[in-house]
């Protein structure tokens, strides 16, 4: 099954370790490359944040201010149902924020802003949405590292240059 998008009133759980010296996390709610949602950590400013990306940049909607070290890795749960977003942080409920409309019904993955980049381990997507397969309501690391282990660094080579490429359309210079 291709689920491209979940049902308005499904809930989605995702979950993973990171390590970022920049702005690091979830992408959801996702219609384009300038039109999503994300949640994530930034290590610069020492801040949690849920927000959302436009045409016209990137805006913060709801922020907590955390002490983080690009050294350290932490644990970033975020969930979405309807048009509510909680995020924790190594376990700890740290903010949260309701939309004026739902956020569970675009795409969602990963993100890292800046050049310093980020690793993520131990991801993880839960969702009780009834049009994806019970085998497929849960992916986790041992998945995706299958994936990653059949690809080479020089068939990543291409991939990367591509990601840059179309990054680089949409991102300013910053």
Excluded: C
Aim: proline residues 2%.
């Amino acid at each position: 099954t291709n689920v491209t998008n979940l049902q308005t009133a499904s809930l989605l759980e995702l979950s993973t370790t990171l390590r970022t010296a920049g702005r690091a996390g979830y992408v959801f709610d996702w219609y384009g490359s300038t039109n999503f949602k994300f949640a994530a950590i930034d290590v610069a400013t020492q801040q949690v944040l849920i927000g959302h990306r436009t045409a016209a940049g990137w805006f913060v909607d709801a922020v907590a201010s955390r002490a983080l070290n690009a050294t350290t890795d932490y644990t970033l749960g975020v969930t979405v149902r309807g048009a509510s977003v909680s995020v924790t942080l190594n376990g700890q409920a740290t903010i949260g924020f309701v939309y004026n409309a739902v956020a569970a019904d675009g795409r969602f993955g990963l993100f890292a802003k800046g050049a310093a980049g980020a690793s993520f381990d131990a991801v993880t997507v839960k969702t009780n949405d009834p049009s994806v397969p019970a085998q497929q309501t849960a992916a986790t690391t041992a998945d995706v590292v299958r994936t990653e282990a059949s690809i080479s660094a020089v068939q990543m080579q291409p991939l990367l240059a591509e990601a840059l490429r179309r990054w680089s359309l949409v991102e300013d210079a910053s």
